[in-house]
């Protein structure tokens, strides 16, 4: 597998994590910052899940660009 499809495959695998971090909730999520409707809205986790996600894929493109 080349460089470049290996972080293709680092990013996917990333945000796919994200992706049940931001949709669950628990009580360690802690406050809600924004409320979307009576059940759900922005948790304080999820502003430090969205800064993590973009750091990786932002490393990521990085080393895209690099690679040439």
């Not at 460089?3 to 909730?25: D, E, F, H, K, T």
């Not at 360690?28 to 894929?57: E, N, R, T, Y």
């Amino acid at each position: 597998m080349s460089y470049r499809m290996q972080l293709v495959a680092l990013a996917v695998l990333v945000s796919g994590i994200c992706i049940p971090a931001l949709a669950g909730s628990s009580r360690l999520s802690g406050p809600i910052i924004v409320s979307l409707s009576a059940d759900h809205g922005v948790h304080l986790d999820d502003l430090l899940v969205v800064a993590a996600w973009a750091a990786c894929v932002g490393w990521c493109l990085r080393q895209w660009r690099r690679s040439r």
